[in-house]
């Protein structure tokens, strides 16, 4: 990586950010169902047009009850969603915001990012790129393009961390420099040439 290229670095948000994000664990526990079977439930139900806002909550919900055959609850996505943030990289954002261009490219779904903007847990970022609002998810690459247009650089001037290999190695596939983000301190070492001290 060329430090002196970089000009925008584009954060994850659930698992990098904030942790305690993944409520699908205590939802299928909820509901009674292993965790596979709620994992299939919620593909067929278009979780996927969910996340890039293809698809309302109410539709999701409607057809995740028919498949579940019982009232799923309407706040089954919230119920659990306590974000707690990462201390270590608000601290690696809030230095490396000093000298770089820092973004969210977040997957989510509305009513996580509802909760997250009532919360301000965005406001550590000038901008936040969130599939439901854009209408595309990772690892589409052409989420990745779809930000690197909207902020006027190329791959090699983009930095990307997210927690998920394969969203890490899209990104790479492209040219974007990728951080697979395991914890807050070994990011602080991976960032440590960009931050400023």
Partial sequence: MDHSQIKLIIFDVGGVVYGRTNVWRKAAQELGVSYRKFNEYATLSGIQGFQRGLISQEYFMKVFQHLTHHRTPEDLWTRFFDPAPIPETIDVIERLKKRFR???????????????????????????????????????????????????????????????????????????HAIHFTEGKALQEALSPLLVY
């Fill in 102 to 176: 820092v973004v969210a490219g977040t997957n989510t779904v509305t009513p996580h990012y509802e909760v997250h903007t009532q919360r301000e847990d965005y406001a550590i970022f000038p901008k936040v790129y969130a599939s439901h609002l854009i209408h595309l998810a990772k690892p589409d690459p052409q989420f990745y393009t779809h930000i690197l247009q909207a902020e006027a650089v190329s791959p090699v001037e983009s930095v990307f961390i997210d927690d998920s290999i394969q969203n890490v190695e899209s990104a790479l596939k492209l040219g974007i």
